[in-house]
């Protein structure tokens, strides 16, 4: 097994993207993607238009979400994959997920001005545009403040998990964004397993939390991600009897690290969750 020509886990402008989902689609298809799932964080309001550029384009398009959720405290982000997304519990999804992104984005900006960042929240609004809030909005606006040099800077020491803007309060359960992916017809998707800073003993427990909750797949491969840990996940995906998901976690051109259709091969033999629709 290498690399199927998919890629499950993508961004557009829809959140915290730098393509709008038809260029997207387009660099997508470009780079030889043959199946894209469009994942913005907490919204769908990007598939409609993502549906219609891969039709133009010729590729098949999985209607797709990753919605944030709290696991014992911790951060959790969970894609769901081919969701209908006019599934009132999708809309619920959206809608409560809206509400606890506008009630941390305030209190993130709160907590980044009385360090210094005057003026914060105007200017993440402006980098989010008719997107919700969300914390690399915050990174770029403090590079612009002049307060860090780097969005990386800004994650370093302001934004990243522990941090001060960390805040995960309004998230939530990890069970309850499973329910709404599954009523809503969907795959629910642990993402990037590795970015949670987990033991493989405390990572094997939310993963056994995860299926029981009703979680079907696990992303294995994924930008970023170092050929032990992929080996690993693909045994856990495998021994959990879950379906392999893989993608780049594409946000923007300037994320170098990352590219559409990008992902270190997978070593394992996985039963991949792409092969229902490639
Ligand atoms: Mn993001
Ligand atoms: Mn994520
Ligand atoms: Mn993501």
Redesign the pocket.
């Known amino acids: 097994m290498s690399r199927p020509p998919v890629d499950l886990h993508t961004h557009s402008t829809a959140s915290d993207g730098g393509l709008s989902p038809t260029e997207l689609v387009q660099a997508a298809a470009a780079r030889g993607v043959r199946c894209l799932a469009l994942t913005d964080h907490d919204t769908c309001a990007g598939v409609a238009e993502a549906r219609a550029a891969a039709q133009e384009a010729g590729i098949q398009l999985v209607s797709g979400i ?1 919605l944030s959720s709290v696991w014992e405290g911790r951060g959790v ?1 969970v894609v769901g994959l081919d969701i209908d997304i006019d599934h009132p519990a999708i809309k619920d999804a959206e809608a409560h997920q809206r509400t606890a992104r506008e009630i941390r984005a305030e209190e993130i900006a709160v907590r980044l001005e009385k360090r210094g960042a005057a003026g914060v929240m105007p200017l993440a609004r402006k980098h989010a545009g008719p997107a919700l809030v969300g914390r690399p909005h915050f990174a770029r606006a403090l590079v612009e403040l002049g307060v860090v040099e780097s969005e990386g800077e800004a994650f370093k020491r302001y934004l990243g998990a522990g941090k001060v803007g960390d805040i995960r309060a309004h998230w939530p359960e990890m069970a309850t964004v499973i329910r709404w992916i599954k009523d809503g017809g969907g795959i629910a998707v642990l ?2 397993p590795g970015k949670y800073d987990l033991s493989w003993t405390k990572l094997r427990r939310l993963v056994s939390e995860f299926v029981t909750a009703g979680g079907e797949a696990i992303e294995v491969s994924y930008g970023g991600e170092n050929p032990e840990r992929i080996r690993e996940l693909g045994r856990m995906a495998n021994k959990q009897q879950l379906l392999a998901s893989v993608g780049s ?1 594409y946000h923007r051109p300037e994320y170098h690290w990352t590219d559409l259709g990008k992902f270190p091969p997978l070593p394992e033999p996985v039963t991949g969750v792409w092969e229902r629709w490639i």
């Open positions: 990753e982000h993402a990037h976690d």
